[in-house]
């Protein structure tokens, strides 16, 4: 399995013949190295229907025929718009032909602002297990600090964790500390962190805190990637 990390929440893992995307964020994502007709999938996974992540999930899964995954008022949402969608919900995992993905809670919310500045609720927020080729990867999504993620944790045995560190809208880098103490993945990488001026966060401090703690932390720059 690799992962690819486009900057914010959104990064493209590969497993064998199969591409993932996950809340593809591109073109108003000022971090992110492509844009929306550079990037081929198969499968788009999406946390939750917040803009920083639903991005431009309507051209891509139009472009290139992927099915998109989500929970049930969000693949609806996006099935309305003609996608082809994959709907769950929280705890459950489907099989897909790279391995599994099992949606797991996130602390945050969901909605998504519509043409008349209308918000539409778009359900429960989740965060993210893919299953491939003996590896896991657990993307966080958005969200805050909870004891659950020990769960999460102590049921997987996960190789590398996508974590929020931006604060405001989500966890901080002491949260997300205290998370990565429960999750106990092999690997961690921050996310979501220095997009936007509200979400300033100094990865080299988590790396440190993480570090103290016994996990090690992979900054990975917009473009970079990492081989699980
Ligand atoms: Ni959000
Ligand atoms: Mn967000």
Redesign the pocket.
Known sequence: MKFTYYG??AGLVEAGEHRILI?P?LQGNPLSPVFPHDVKCDTIVL??G?E??FGDTVEIAKATDATVVATVELARFCAGKGLKTQEMNLGGEVSFGFGTIKLVPAF?SSSYVDEDGRSVYLGMPAGVVIKSDRSTLYHA??TALFGDMKLIGDMNSIDVALV?I?DT??MGVNDAVEAVGMLRPKKVVPI?YNTFAP?EADPQRFAQKCTEIGVEVLILEPGGSLTL
Do not use: L, N, Q, V
């Open positions: 914010h929440s809340d964020f946390t939750h917040h920083d992540h945050h999504g958005d929020p931006g809208y989500t979501h979400i």
